[in-house]
């Protein structure tokens, strides 16, 4: 399972190409934007079907890094369903595995704006979590210091094998990380998009998920087929 490895406020992270970060010394894995029952809400509300299994996709890959990782304590950041309705839909199949993944570690649960209020689920529920030197939150606050956050869904442009490409991207300057959804049916919003104007700065890159993660400049991005890690 590749990863890039970067140092963020002194601290040595891994971000992998699934879009998670994990905290190799605290045993921390953090994935942001689930959007758990996204299905059922678009349906619920519009009477537009969508094939209803994004949440068992999503939690499947979920599954397959906390195997993979072992951690001690995931973290949610918001917007782990997508309103607090999906989370009393969310089907008994797909309750069980959550249910079985909470139960065996620390799960915190941050609340986000699709899902502000408490849930039913094992777990501490949260409006941001502290683990100096990190502050672990959904929305970005405008004065960062070692935040964490979710809600924009960053994604970025990229030329691989003579095309364009987009691809969900972490954001990441010297105070202020951003996490790409990790839920499968999230859309994304780009880099240049204005709502990231007050967000970066000149130190801010991303790092592009994906097969092979690795970092690229934010603005002006060309990758090469090598820089990229690929033969």
């Known amino acids: 399972m590749n990863f890039h490895a970067f140092d963020f406020c002194g601290i040595g992270l891994r971000a992998y190409g699934a879009g998670a970060l994990f905290w190799p010394h605290e045993e921390t894995l953090v994935v942001s ?22 949440t068992r996709e999503t939690l499947s ?11 001690s304590r995931v973290i949610c950041l918001g917007d782990n369903f997508d309103d607090l309705q999906a989370e009393k839909e969310l089907p008994e199949q ?6 079985g993944l909470v139960a065996q570690r620390d799960w915190v649960w941050i609340e986000g704006n699709h ?32 935040e964490i956050s979710g809600h924009y869904h960053p994604k970025t442009s990229l030329s691989l094998r003579g095309r364009h490409v987009s691809r ?8 202020r990380l951003i996490m790409p959804a990790f839920g499968t049916y999230t859309g994304a919003l780009r880099c240049n998009d204005p709502a990231f104007a007050p967000l970066i700065d000149e130190s801010t890159y991303a790092i592009v998920t994906g097969p092979t993660p690795c970092a ?14 690929l033969r």
């Open 94 to 99: 797909d309750r069980q595995t959550l249910n």
């Open 216 to 229: 690229v400049p934010v603005h002006g991005l060309r990758s090469s087929r090598e820089s990229l890690g």
């Open 33 to 54: 934007d689930l959007h758990l029952g996204k299905s059922e809400r678009i349906a619920r509300r519009s009477g537009q079907l969508l094939p209803p299994y994004e």
């Open 61 to 71: 890959q979920l599954e397959h890094l906390i195997t993979h990782l072992a951690p």
């Open 115 to 146: 899902d502000p209020g408490p849930m039913s689920l094992a777990g501490v529920h949260l409006a941001e979590f502290i683990q100096e030197p990190l502050t672990f939150r959904h929305i970005a606050e405008p004065e960062p210091h070692g």
């Open 168 to 175: 969900p991207c972490f954001l990441v300057s010297q105070q």
